[in-house]
């Protein structure tokens, strides 16, 4: 049970957030970079086939997500000199940065020995990219004991988070054009999260845990109360069915760019996803307004309606007369930012609150499991959508010749987010 000791922490110095908040940046750097082109870079290099790279990316999934429920019950049972979290970071950090460069640099000639070589530094790089991540996560409601401590933790991770994704996506796209490598930039970039996860990890101390508060449940006895939670299902698959979606069409967006407009392999990820991130920033705090207005709940599947709507403008892109289709389609992806940033904002909040009700229920707050739950579910869901890449390739033709998949994307990507929309409206709670 929750001890009078944890209940009455001491507030955290400005310090302390600061260096937990920096691996973030090393965080979605890796993350960003990695998800916007690992199907982009095997396919339009023809290194191997949409589809297998497609299983590739799926099995590297299907091993992260296998990961996230196993490695959060191991960091909530783990109780040694340096803590529960910390551990996991410094052990891991290096093997993750070594198989995210060894992805971009591919040793074989021909289509099946890449499949595999990209299957197996994919596999491992996101098993480890799991193994330091979930433990760092559930590290921040271990440290901000109090609300005023977690809404300025959790500001501060969101800042950083932020700087991460424009590294992942618009410095990754700036090296990438301006070196022509694609490994140089995965070096650069690994190195990136490897020195911010590096300062986390050496610069925080984590605090004790109560013994009275220590989980001593056995693994399914701390994976059921989220399989049995009402909540938590509808909210999972709601959020697990945006990304199927959201996975097309980001992996759609670069080939959009090159194959439909000629522009260079970084364009999309310096001016098509760098243009979305700056419209997610200024719309942020906005979203603050409208959530405190009509409450997370509503926030959220508004949010998901309107990405229903505006990512199925992609497929309009052959057909706009009214204005240069290259525009159009800067304007379709800079207004997709504002219901992304709600997301974003909103769905971290929202696993808060059913992890709370759980606490409140059964005594022990279990962060990292939870978390990994939410991972195993969602990670899924990412591979399915680079599989689901890879089919449209398959049913409409190779990207560089025919332009019909990488239109359809954006009417996936919007079927997706509509259902995500349909199963939220059951969600339970109003805040």
Same mark, same amino acid.
């Given at each position: 049970?929750?001890?009078?000791?944890?209940?009455?922490?001491?507030?955290?110095?400005?310090?302390?957030? $600061?260096?937990?908040?920096?691996?973030?940046?090393?965080?979605?750097?890796?993350?960003?970079?990695?998800?916007?082109?690992?199907?982009?870079?095997?396919?339009?290099?023809?290194?191997?086939?949409?589809?297998?790279?497609?299983?590739?990316? +799926?099995?590297?999934?299907?091993?992260?997500?296998?990961?996230?429920?196993?490695?959060?019950?191991?960091?909530?049972?783990?109780?040694?000199?340096?803590?529960?979290?910390?551990?996991?970071?410094?052990?891991?950090?290096?093997?993750?940065?070594?198989?995210?460069? $060894?992805?971009?640099?591919?040793?074989?000639?021909?289509?099946?020995?890449?499949?595999?070589?990209?299957?197996?530094?994919?596999?491992?790089?996101?098993?480890?990219?799991?193994?330091?991540?979930?433990?760092?996560?559930?590290?921040?409601?271990?440290?901000?004991?109090?609300?005023?401590?977690?809404?300025?933790?959790? =500001?501060? @991770?969101?800042?950083?988070?932020? @700087?991460?994704?424009?590294?992942?996506?618009?410095?990754?796209?700036?090296?990438?054009?301006?070196?022509?490598?694609?490994?140089?930039?995965?070096?650069?970039?690994?190195?990136?999260?490897?020195?911010?996860?590096?300062?986390?990890?050496?610069?925080?101390?984590?605090?004790?845990?109560?013994?009275?508060?220590?989980?001593?449940?056995?693994?399914?006895?701390?994976?059921?109360?989220?399989?049995?939670?009402?909540?938590?299902?509808?909210?999972?698959?709601?959020?697990? =069915?945006?990304?199927?979606?959201?996975?097309? $069409?980001?992996?759609?967006?670069?080939?959009?760019?090159?194959?439909?407009?000629?522009?260079?392999?970084?364009?999309?990820?310096?001016?098509?996803?760098?243009?979305?991130?700056?419209?997610?920033?200024?719309?942020?705090?906005?979203?603050?307004?409208?959530?405190?207005?009509?409450?997370?709940?509503?926030?959220?599947?508004?949010? $998901?309606?309107?990405?229903?709507?505006?990512?199925?403008?992609?497929?309009?892109?052959?057909?706009?007369?009214?204005?240069?289709?290259?525009?159009?389609?800067?304007?379709?992806?800079?207004?997709?930012?504002?219901?992304?940033?709600?997301?974003?904002?909103?769905?971290?909040?929202?696993?808060?609150?059913?992890?709370?009700?759980?606490?409140?229920?059964?005594?022990?707050?279990?962060?990292?499991?939870?978390?990994?739950?939410?991972?195993?579910?969602?990670?899924?869901?990412?591979?399915?959508?680079?599989?689901?890449?890879?089919?449209?390739?398959?049913?409409?033709?190779?990207?560089?010749?025919?332009?019909?998949?990488? +239109?359809?994307?954006?009417?996936?990507?919007?079927?997706?987010?509509?259902?995500?929309? +349909?199963?939220?409206?059951?969600?339970?709670?109003?805040?």
């Amino acid at each position: 049970m929750e001890s009078e000791k944890s209940k009455g922490a001491t507030s955290l110095s400005l310090k302390t957030i $600061l260096i937990y908040s920096v691996a973030n940046i090393g965080c979605l750097a890796l993350d960003s970079t990695f998800d916007q082109f690992n199907i982009f870079y095997y396919v339009h290099h023809k290194l191997t086939t949409p589809l297998l790279i497609g299983i590739a990316v +799926l099995f590297g999934r299907i091993v992260d997500a296998l990961a996230n429920p196993i490695v959060g019950y191991w960091s909530d049972r783990k109780y040694g000199v340096r803590g529960r979290r910390l551990p996991f970071v410094v052990s891991g950090v290096l093997p993750m940065t070594i198989f995210f460069i $060894l992805f971009f640099r591919p040793i074989f000639k021909d289509a099946v020995s890449n499949f595999i070589f990209a299957a197996a530094t994919c596999g491992g790089m996101l098993f480890f990219y799991t193994y330091v991540v979930a433990p760092y996560l559930a590290l921040l409601p271990d440290l901000a004991r109090t609300t005023d401590d977690r809404v300025k933790m959790s =500001s501060w @991770v969101s800042i950083f988070g932020i @700087v991460g994704i424009i590294v992942g996506f618009v410095v990754a796209g700036i090296l990438v054009d301006t070196l022509h490598s694609f490994f140089l930039m995965a070096v650069i970039i690994g190195g990136i999260s490897l020195a911010t996860f590096m300062i986390t990890a050496l610069g925080i101390k984590e605090r004790p845990v109560a013994r009275e508060d220590r989980v001593q449940l056995s693994f399914w006895e701390s994976v059921l109360p989220a399989l049995k939670s009402k909540m938590f299902l509808i909210y999972i698959f709601s959020i697990s =069915s945006f990304w199927v979606g959201f996975k097309v $069409l980001q992996t759609s967006i670069n080939f959009v760019f090159t194959t439909m407009f000629g522009k260079p392999e970084g364009y999309g990820g310096t001016f098509g996803m760098g243009g979305m991130i700056l419209v997610w920033l200024l719309a942020t705090p906005f979203i603050f307004l409208i959530v405190r207005k009509i409450g997370k709940k509503r926030t959220y599947y508004m949010a $998901l309606l309107a990405i229903a709507v505006i990512s199925s403008l992609q497929g309009l892109i052959p057909y706009i007369t009214f204005m240069n289709p290259l525009i159009y389609y800067h304007i379709v992806i800079c207004f997709f930012g504002i219901p992304f940033a709600a997301l974003l904002v909103i769905y971290n909040a929202i696993l808060g609150d059913i992890i709370d009700h759980d606490a409140k229920t059964t005594g022990y707050r279990r962060e990292a499991m939870y978390y990994g739950m939410e991972g195993l579910f969602t990670k899924t869901a990412r591979g399915i959508g680079s599989v689901s890449v890879a089919f449209l390739f398959a049913v409409f033709g190779d990207p560089s010749v025919s332009h019909a998949g990488i +239109l359809a994307a954006g009417p996936f990507c919007g079927l997706f987010a509509f259902l995500g929309f +349909l199963l939220f409206l059951r969600y339970p709670l109003n805040e």
